[in-house]
């Protein structure tokens, strides 16, 4: 099966890579697994580490002087490689730990193709960097089409809060701005980008740092953007500038209300 990739594109490489992890995180699902202490109430399972281990197999089988960077096991590879692979095994760790199916694995070339698989859904969105597409067993492939009509608004409410006092993600959702017009979700994994990209939310938002060359991130963000979606940090600027977090929205008008929310410092009115 891996052999079978070597000779395609970096988009099925992704997509072959994102589902080996998928079928490894769904035939784990439910076991008692042992768990690495990572600190900080932060941990990895076995399914994480064997997840990540088949994906790199895949990787290297595809593409062996490529580099890649994973979630459990880090930098491996050349360390001048021009190509880097950005791989989470597993995000949504904890979701899966207490039995929770809401996690994806994310492959992403930096700079190039990603897939973010669903393990339990089935579903693997792709990008070859430039369209953006879903892919369901026994139905052909099809374009990714954002839309904020869900109203839906994925909202990452996990600690640390780098932005805070001046922003936390979770005052946006006392806003009488954000309570008119949206429906707060919290799934805890970026699956939710995704979705974003799917028209099955209308818009995700998060603290952090630079999250355009983090393994968690990566592979969304590739999605929206090729999906047409707008991407940017919560205070404006591109992701891979000097944007700190994340904003991304089906649309302009769903991004700028979000933008004039979380730049207010009047939470009491809009």
């Not at 042992?34 to 990895?44: P, Y």
């Not at 936390?168 to 009488?176: G, K, T």
């Not at 028209?199 to 355009?212: C, E, I, N």
Request: glycine share 12%.
């Amino acid at each position: 099966m891996i052999n079978s990739y070597a000779g395609s594109d970096d988009a099925e490489v992704a997509i072959a890579g994102a589902r080996a992890g998928a079928d490894v995180v769904r035939d784990m699902y439910g076991r008692r697994l042992q768990r690495i202490d990572k600190g900080a109430g932060d941990f990895a399972t076995a399914a994480d580490v064997e997840a990540e281990r088949t994906i790199l197999g895949v990787i290297r089988a595809a593409r062996p002087d490529d580099a890649v960077l994973g979630e459990e096991g880090g930098q491996q590879g050349a360390v001048g490689a021009v190509r880097q692979w950005l791989v989470d095994p597993l995000c949504g760790t904890l979701n899966y730990a207490v039995g929770h199916m809401l996690v994806a694995v994310n492959v992403a070339l930096r700079d190039g193709a990603a897939a973010v698989a669903d393990p339990f859904s089935g579903e693997v969105f792709f990008t070859d960097g430039e369209t953006a597409w879903v892919r369901r067993d026994g139905a052909d492939d099809a374009l990714l089409a954002p839309s904020p009509a869900t109203r839906l608004v994925d909202v990452n409410l996990d600690p640390p809060f780098p932005s805070a006092p001046g922003f936390r993600a979770v005052d946006l959702l006392a806003h009488p701005v954000f309570t008119e017009r949206f429906r707060p979700r919290v799934v805890s994994t970026t699956l939710a980008l995704a979705w974003v990209a799917a028209g099955k939310r209308a818009a995700y938002v998060t603290d952090g740092g630079d999250l355009s060359r983090s393994v968690h991130f990566a592979a969304g963000i590739a999605l929206c953007r090729a999906a047409g979606c707008v991407v940017t940090g919560i205070d404006g600027a591109p992701v891979d500038e000097a944007g700190r977090g994340l904003v991304v929205a089906a649309d302009d008008e769903t991004h700028g209300l979000l933008m004039s929310m979380v730049r207010s410092r009047n939470w009491c009115g809009p």
